[in-house]
């Protein structure tokens, strides 16, 4: 996100809000590419996008609950980015050679996004979720197969 679409994105929300579909408790922020600057925390960032301030700041509306809502800031470090950069010029998918911080950060957000149930559904105690190997005959390469069951095993 770049801080300068926290208006559109607002606008956003306030009309999903007005058409009561906007649910809080499925919100989730990522600040992405975040860097420390004197006087701004993630939650002066976050307090920003809270609320919707029309153009002429005749009002305000409250979306979600700042202090509850659930995120994740990514940091930016220059060489993820241009290690990210060779790996898509390259066409190479790989986690290798990240900062164990970055990649923290990236298991931060799979468990935001996708938490680990313990319990299966009542209904289906014997579900399994897709995997690259059973889902389309496992057309990745063997360096993406490589990556994908390292990813998986973390």
């Known amino acids: 996100m770049d801080i300068l679409t926290i208006q559109p994105l607002t606008a956003f929300l ?3 809000k007005m058409k009561n579909i906007l649910d ?3 919100l989730k922020i990522v600040l ?3 860097v420390k600057i004197r006087g701004i ?3 002066t960032i976050i307090g920003g996008m809270a609320f919707y301030n029309d153009p002429a700041m005749s009002f305000m509306t409250e979306l979600f609950d700042r202090d509850r ?3 994740v800031s990514i940091p930016f470090e220059e060489e993820t980015y241009i290690r990210y950069l060779e790996g898509i010029i390259e066409c190479e998918i790989s986690i290798k050679g990240y900062s164990k911080m970055f990649v923290q950060t990236l298991k931060e957000l799979g468990n935001m996004v996708y938490p680990i149930v313990t319990t299966a559904p009542r209904n289906n ?3 399994q979720p897709p995997s690259a190997q059973t889902n389309g005959g496992g ?4 360096n993406m197969n490589q990556t994908l069951n390292r990813m998986k095993n973390y």
């Open 69 to 71: 809502i659930k995120y």
């Open 125 to 127: 105690r014997n579900y």
């Open 32 to 34: 992405n590419k975040s």
């Open 24 to 26: 809080e408790r499925k």
């Open 14 to 16: 306030k009309e999903l």
């Open 139 to 142: 057309n990745f390469s063997s």
């Open 41 to 43: 925390k993630d939650a």
